[in-house]
């Protein structure tokens, strides 16, 4: 697959910052959450992708970096303009995405350069499989507002079209052999700890920070259902989780290009949409974002 650069810009509407999803204040939480980690998380992604480009000789695979960052790129300045929201609603998402840039470059200076790729290519894993799972199943957002639901399409989409370049680089730079393999394998499980625990306190602290947000803790109850019962966000990516330990393995023997298909169309929905809301189709430029 050969990743598109597209300037795409989703009308989010400030009002629904807060309760855009259909299940109510805490899963948009959750949601938002993720959101908190892309700006800082998308920088690291294409530098540590950026560090290897010069040992690249396959013009393919250097396409194929350049989209992905010219991807990455885009979605880091939806992401920060949709955590600028969340702040204008008095929420804590510029702390929390200082804490994200804190530990990431915390990461760069004190990391070799291979380990800071090893570290991108678990997360980009993590994001291949919530974005294919989103794809998969309508019920995970369906019937939330019309912008918040057409963003996190569009980042789903471009996610799984690019979702084998840094590992396409990992296997080029890196020497296969036993080395290779066990820091690939153990980077997943340092981040998986790592990640979830930050994505669980960001989302406590988002849900305590939002003063119309009601039964607090008994809310959490619908959130855990979200995740680990129906429709199962992260029960059903359990087997791919798994999948990253073999071998042998590569993001796309989990083949869902045919989801591709549907970017065409949401582009369109997303300038409809945009129009309808009297809005400008393109971003406003954020200085010093990239």
Not at 128 to 150: F, I, K, T, V
Request: hydrophobic share 45%; charged share 25%; net charge positive.
């Amino acid at each position: 697959m050969m990743p598109v650069r597209r300037d795409v810009h989703p009308h989010l509407p400030a009002s629904r910052i807060s309760d855009w999803h259909v299940r109510g204040r805490h899963v948009t939480h959750f949601v938002n959450a993720l959101s908190i980690f892309f700006p800082a998380g998308e920088r690291f992604f294409m530098d540590s992708v950026r560090a290897y480009r010069d040992d690249v000789a396959d013009p393919e695979l250097k396409r194929a970096i350049a989209g992905f960052i010219g991807q990455e790129a885009m979605h880091t300045r939806e992401h920060i303009l949709y955590n600028r929201l969340m702040s204008e609603a008095g929420l804590p998402a510029a702390q929390l995405d200082n804490t994200v840039a804190r530990l990431l470059n915390l990461l760069r200076r004190i990391l070799p350069r291979s380990w800071q790729l090893a570290h991108t290519i678990a997360l980009e894993h993590y994001t291949a499989m919530l974005a294919g799972g989103l794809l998969a199943d309508p019920d995970q957002m369906g019937g939330s507002e019309p912008g918040y639901h057409q963003v996190w399409i569009w980042h789903a989409l471009e996610e799984t079209e690019h979702k084998a370049v840094a590992y396409d680089v990992w296997n080029t730079v890196m020497k296969p052999g036993l080395y290779r393999y066990l820091l690939r394998t153990f980077t997943m499980l340092t981040t998986t700890a790592t990640f979830w625990a930050m994505v669980f306190v960001f989302h406590v602290r988002l849900v305590m920070a939002d003063r119309e947000c009601r039964n607090k803790l008994r809310g959490f109850g619908g959130v855990m259902w979200f995740l680990w019962g129906k429709p199962g966000v992260l029960r059903r990516m359990i087997p791919e989780w798994f999948d990253y330990f073999r071998p042998g393995f590569h993001p796309w023997d989990h083949d869902n290009r045919v989801e591709l298909e549907r970017i065409g169309p949401l582009i369109a929905e997303i300038e409809e949409t945009s129009r309808r809301a009297g809005v400008s189709l393109r971003a406003p430029s954020i200085r010093g974002s990239f």
